[in-house]
C-alpha cells in the first residue's frame, strides 16, 4: 500500500511539474505608439534627421539595457524554472518586439537615409522574430527552443546596436 501512494505522489509531482507550475503565462502587452519625431525647421513638416537618428540610437540603447537587465537576472541558457521566470522574459520580450517595431516603423527623414534605414530593418526584423520565437519557446516551455533563442539574442541585439550607430 505504501509503494501505491509514493507511485501516485510520485505521479502527482510529474504532472503538477509539467503542467500549470508557474501560472499562466502573460499575454504580449500591445504596443503604444511612440511620440512623434520633432520636425526640422527648415523645412516645415519634415522630420529632422537629427531626432531621427537620436531615436533610432536611444532605442537602440533601450534594447541593449533591456538585454542587460534580463542576463542579469538569467544569466546563463538554463530555462529557470523559477515561478517569476516566465513573467520576467515576457516582460523583456514584450518591450523588446515593441521598442524594435516602433524603430522599424520610423521612415528616414530624406534619401540620404534610405540605405541605412533599408539595413536597420533587417536586423529589426530578424531581431523581432527571434524574440517572438523565445516568447514563444518560454510560453511553451520548450527548453531546447529556449537554447536556441539564448544563444542568438545577444547577436541580435548587437546587430540592431550596430546598424543603429553606422549612420554618420
Not at 27 to 33: A, F, G, L
Not at 53 to 62: E, L
Not at 121 to 139: M, P, Q, S, Y
Request: charged content about 25%; overall charge positive.
Amino acid at each position: 500500500m505504501r509503494a501505491l501512494y509514493a507511485a501516485l505522489a510520485a505521479c502527482a509531482l510529474f504532472i503538477a511539474g509539467c503542467g500549470s507550475a508557474g501560472g499562466t503565462f502573460p499575454e504580449q502587452i500591445e504596443c503604444v505608439e511612440p511620440a512623434p519625431l520633432a520636425t526640422a525647421r527648415t523645412t516645415p513638416g519634415a522630420v529632422s534627421t537629427q531626432a531621427y537618428v537620436n531615436r533610432i540610437r536611444s532605442s537602440a540603447d533601450t534594447l541593449t539595457k533591456l538585454r542587460a537587465d534580463l542576463r542579469a537576472k538569467y544569466s546563463d541558457d538554463t530555462f529557470f524554472r523559477r515561478e517569476g521566470f516566465r513573467p520576467d522574459f515576457a516582460a523583456y520580450a514584450d518591450p523588446t518586439i515593441c521598442t524594435a517595431q516602433a524603430m522599424r516603423d520610423l521612415s528616414a527623414p530624406d534619401a540620404r537615409f534610405a540605405e541605412f534605414d533599408a539595413k536597420l530593418d533587417v536586423t529589426l526584423a530578424d531581431l523581432i522574430e527571434h524574440t517572438r520565437l523565445g516568447r514563444e519557446a518560454v510560453r511553451a516551455r520548450n527548453v531546447s527552443d529556449y537554447r536556441r533563442w539564448f544563444k542568438g539574442a545577444d547577436a541580435k541585439i548587437a546587430a540592431v546596436r550596430e546598424a543603429a550607430y553606422s549612420q554618420r
